[in-house]
């Protein structure tokens, strides 16, 4: 199931296209203005973003600007018709995809599986990730540090690999918890907590003071590169 954003100040446009992701197996989040989308995209950090250019509060291009600033979270626009300058814009800038009002929830239903289907094919096919003096086998599941085997376990690797493979990206702990335990686990989001401290105790020149795995006070942990 990958998480949803709708970004659409037409309740009934939003609403086709809601029953139509959630009948595709999405989860599907729904806000209506520009600004709420940000803060929204802060809280729950989605798979995919559909996104209208006409908002209120914030315009959809000003917002696809703020994201990016923040992840690469693909990004499918929804244009009007005649709208090409933006159109090309949205593109220029980096969005994934675009589809235009009218749309086929079927079509645009299409759209979001071929961007999702794409982009987990992109990452998949980063399996080696290497940064200053750290080095990510994903399938090997190994991990060097200036050029040292350092010995993970299985939560600690998927943990490290998870905020590696989305850089400056931050993630709440819940947010890691429901990704990488699934059904395996229910239970305190403190346990990802602990996890962390024993991975930075692994990786880190001083755990006390990271500098890759690092804490964002309030929200959750990213990777710096």
Do not use: N
């Amino acid at each position: 199931m990958s998480r949803i954003l709708v970004v659409e100040d037409e309740p009934m446009v939003a609403e086709v296209v809601e029953r139509y992701l959630r009948l595709d197996g999405h989860e599907v989040t729904i806000v209506f203005d520009g600004v709420a989308a940000c803060d929204e995209f802060d809280r729950r950090m989605p798979d995919l973003i559909v996104l209208d250019l006409m908002l209120p509060r914030m315009d959809g291009i000003a917002v696809f600007k703020r994201l990016r600033e923040a992840s690469k979270t693909p990004v499918i626009m929804l244009t009007a018709r005649g709208d090409e300058r933006d159109r090309l814009r949205g593109l220029d800038l980096g969005a994934d995809d675009y589809v235009t009002k009218p749309f086929s929830p079927r079509e645009l239903t299409s759209r979001v599986r071929a961007v999702l289907r794409r982009t987990s094919e992109q990452t998949a096919r980063a399996e080696k990730l290497s940064f200053d003096g750290l080095q990510i086998d994903a399938v090997a599941r190994s991990v060097e540090v200036d050029g040292r085997q350092v010995a993970l376990t299985v939560r600690e690797f998927d943990i490290l690999f998870h905020l590696a493979s989305h850089p400056r990206q931050v993630f709440a702990r819940e947010q890691l918890l429901s990704s990488l335990w699934e059904d395996e686990f229910e239970g305190d989001a403190s346990t990802v907590t602990v996890h962390v401290r024993r991975l930075r105790a692994k990786i880190e020149a001083d755990a006390s003071r990271p500098v890759h795995v690092r804490t964002v006070w309030g929200v959750g942990y990213k990777f710096e590169p």
